[in-house]
């Protein structure tokens, strides 16, 4: 906080003090309350001008300014097949160009995590899910949420951990093309479904995994298998 003080006493804020009085003070730097009658390393004596604390901007993330990305991510959720983006969630609640590129920025280093959880109401047979990217201090991020689809009578809980997987890889390859970012930029996908997470590593790690068209939800798979593949 910037003061005019007086050495021998405290003295109020400069805008409550009068210009004649005002005239006649000396001027440093306060950094805290208090009396002064010599100024010690920590203050600045300044000249006959009272200066404002400089202000700091924040660094613009480097993907910000990758020529038409962000162009051509609009372009992607715009021309997306509806049920895809059904499972993202985004309808109108678009991220700015500004927090786009933050995430991007994380996912090119290696920085970002992919986070999703799903819900299910066995009673009514019906779940959503919901997902989250970004890094572990949450400085930026990108969220999403939808509902899961499927017969009410065939839905269970391991359903909505696949969407919530799913709408983060869709995510994650629209940022890669839109931003061409190069191959070998790893993410962490995080999910708390042991059964999702097992099948997700065999279709990560073994590009020719087949699935069982027998097994719950292979339809899902299916998809999430062609985007961590395409």
């Known amino acids: 906080r910037r003061l005019r003080f007086l050495r021998s006493r405290w003295v109020e804020p400069v805008e409550f003090i009068s210009l004649s009085d005002f005239s006649t003070w000396k001027i440093v730097d306060i950094v805290e309350r208090g009396y002064l ?27 910000a300014f990758v020529p038409f990305g962000y162009h051509r991510f609009l372009h992607s959720i715009a021309t997306l097949n509806p ?7 985004l309808y ?12 991007v920025d994380l996912y090119s280093s290696h920085m970002l995590y992919c986070v999703s959880d799903g819900s299910f109401n066995p009673k009514l047979g019906r779940g959503s899910h919901a997902w989250v ?31 919530g997987i799913l709408a983060n890889l869709i995510m994650l390859n629209i940022l890669r093309t ?4 190069l191959d070998g930029a790893s993410v962490t996908l995080v999910c708390d479904n042991e059964a999702a997470t097992f099948e997700l590593e065999k279709i990560v790690h073994d590009c020719t995994y087949q699935l ?18 395409s």
Do not use: K, W
Request: with cysteine; hydrophobic share 40%; aromatic share 4%.
């Open 92 to 103: 109108d609640n678009l991220p700015s160009a500004l927090e786009v590129a933050a995430i």
């Open 83 to 89: 049920l895809r983006l059904r499972h993202l969630g």
């Open 37 to 63: 009658s010599a100024a010690p390393d920590f203050l600045t004596v300044v000249g006959s001008s009272f200066l404002p604390p400089p202000v700091l901007l924040p660094a613009l993330p480097i993907s």
């Open 212 to 229: 069982d068209p027998q097994q719950t939800d292979c339809d899902i798979l299916l998809e999430i298998q062609d985007e961590v593949h």
């Open 178 to 181: 839109s931003y061409r970012l």
């Open 133 to 163: 990217m970004s890094d572990s201090s949450m400085s930026s991020r990108l969220i999403g949420a939808g509902p899961v689809d499927g017969d009410p009578r065939l839905i269970s809980a391991y359903r909505p951990e696949l969407q």
